[in-house]
């Protein structure tokens, strides 16, 4: 498989919190970088069932954008009985370097949420997508994760759209450390932690302030793998 952002104009949106029937709305002060927003949603979540926030870090965010683009816009690898995943290698030799990041300094990763769809739909939206059973909320809430990074991210601009959330153990400052201290942006798409405009693309796009309300099947799968 080939190789395959946002710090401006703050905004309160409501956040859900799911756990199977039960439901809890919080607000926070976020951005107008979706993949920031996704994080704000699940770090809420975290804290309201007694697990401490998780930090965002660019590092591992880059490499979740990059992640997706290993895909090459084909959803249907990403769940079903005919999904793929891009190989272990590729986070030290593809994706690391691409995002500048110190392949040395690679944690295991932990979690992966990974969906794809026909239509963009909002951060909140696509977490109640993402997390939608048991053991994608066991890995949400496990104790044992540290470090978060999120990308969203449409095909050439456009449709089909791709979210992805891994999560890692890795001690905070020391793992996916970037060796400029900042994050090689990549276009389109939007990855967390990147204080960097976020449109998504390079053209008209979703990503920004018109939102598409638009639900469609959705494809996702939250597990655990180790690197």
Not at 8 to 32: E, F, G, M, Q
Not at 66 to 81: H, M, N, P, W
Not at 114 to 123: F, H, N, W
Request: hydrophobic share 40%; net charge neutral.
């Amino acid at each position: 498989m080939k190789q395959i952002m946002a710090r401006k104009n703050a905004k309160h949106i409501l956040l859900p919190s799911v756990r199977c029937s039960s439901a809890l709305l919080v607000y926070a002060k976020l951005t107008d970088n979706p993949a920031d927003e996704l994080v704000a949603v699940l770090n809420a979540n975290r804290t309201a069932h007694k697990s401490s926030s998780l930090a965002d870090n660019p590092g591992l965010a880059c490499i979740a954008l990059q992640y997706i683009k290993a895909y090459q816009g084909d959803c249907e690898a990403v769940g079903g009985s005919d999904a793929k995943k891009p190989p272990d290698s590729e986070f030290a030799q593809t994706f690391a370097p691409y995002c500048g990041v110190d392949a040395s300094t690679l944690s295991p990763i932990t979690g992966r949420f990974l969906g794809c769809q026909s239509k963009y739909v909002q951060p909140s939206e696509a977490f109640s997508m993402l997390i939608k059973n048991e053991k994608s909320l066991e890995i949400l809430y496990n104790k044992n994760q540290t470090e978060i990074g999120a990308a969203v991210t449409g095909i050439d601009g456009g449709a089909p759209y791709f979210w992805c959330v891994l999560l890692s153990n890795g001690k905070h400052n020391s793992s996916f450390v970037l060796e400029d201290g900042v994050a090689k942006i990549s276009r389109p798409g939007c990855f967390s932690g990147a204080n960097d405009d976020c449109s998504g693309a390079d053209g008209p796009s979703p990503f920004g302030h018109k939102w598409v309300y638009a639900i469609t099947a959705f494809i996702a799968v939250g597990y655990a793998f180790g690197l």
